[in-house]
């Protein structure tokens, strides 16, 4: 069957790029990264020189209204036959028209259980709000900041005497464990969208619940 074609647009060190380009790596996993999208000369781009994956830079400067960056994009993504597009760590907001083009078909990750703590330091404020989990959240992308119907979750604790950096590190290994799997059920096909809220067939089955701390 034909791979997904998928594009990861990314601003910085592209971790999870590498996780996505692992996980494309294995036989028989459903997508295929066809490009690397980049604002500036991201670090991450090296992932996907070393995957040998084309790669494009599409300087945000260059362009003095949003929607000509955004048209730019939409030309290279649509140029290269893409058919979703993963965001992950870009650091621009992308226009409604975009959006609304790419309407499931574009995705995002953010570090935190949406739809708590939405836009940035979301581990300072997990910490500070005193959570007892926070996580990852990957999502369609809507008009709004970090909204969108949820697609894939993963939960981590929050452990006394965590600092930012401590969950932060957590909560990025759950992303690289997240990310994959929201590619490959919407790549089988399995992930549907009705009344805003996802549906997924076929997904193995979680645990009843997560308690920290633990009894
Ligand atoms: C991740 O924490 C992601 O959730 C957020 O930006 C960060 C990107 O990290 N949207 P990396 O570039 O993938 O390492």
Redesign the pocket.
């Known amino acids: 069957m034909a791979r997904l074609k998928t594009a990861v647009l990314?601003s910085?060190?592209?971790?999870?790029?590498e996780a996505l380009i692992a996980a494309c790596a294995k036989r028989g996993f459903p997508a295929e990264l066809a490009l690397v999208l980049a604002n500036r000369p991201a670090k991450?781009l090296d992932h996907a020189k070393r995957a040998k994956i084309p790669i494009k830079i599409v300087p945000h400067r260059d362009f003095a209204e949003r929607a000509d960056f955004d048209a730019a994009l939409d030309n290279a993504l649509s140029a290269a036959g893409i058919e979703l597009v993963c965001l992950?760590?870009f650091m621009r907001l992308l226009g409604s028209a975009f959006v609304r083009r790419w309407r499931d078909r574009l995705v995002?990750?953010?570090?935190s259980l949406l739809p708590a703590f939405p836009g940035l330091d979301t581990h300072a404020r997990a910490l500070k709000a005193g959570v007892r989990f926070t996580g990852?959240t990957v999502h369609f992308v809507r008009e709004g900041m970090d909204d969108g119907p949820i697609i894939v979750q993963a939960a981590v604790p929050v452990l006394q005497g965590d600092d930012e950096a401590d969950l932060a590190a957590r909560v990025?290994k759950a992303?690289h464990r997240a990310y994959p799997l929201a590619l490959r059920l919407i790549s089988e096909g399995c992930v549907t969208v009705a009344d805003e809220r996802v549906a997924i067939k076929g997904a193995a089955k979680p645990g009843p619940f997560l308690l920290n701390p633990s009894d």
């Open positions: 990314i910085g060190r592209g971790s999870n790029l991450g992950a760590g995002n990750i953010h570090p990852c990025l992303e």
